[in-house]
């Protein structure tokens, strides 16, 4: 049980961090398509 809490917690810590990487990437991909297009 106690296990359980601990990967909970984890998941919690890590979730913003998570989506900060996820909402970079897919501007990264975004900005890159955009650069390419309008060469």
């Given at each position: 049980m106690s296990?359980?809490?601990t990967d909970e917690e984890q998941m919690?810590?890590?979730g913003p961090i998570?989506?900060?990487?996820?909402?970079?990437?897919?501007?990264?991909?975004?900005w890159g398509a955009w650069v390419?297009?309008?060469r």
């Open positions: 296990q359980q809490l919690a810590r890590s998570v989506g900060l990487v996820i909402l970079v990437g897919i501007g990264l991909l975004l390419a297009w309008t």
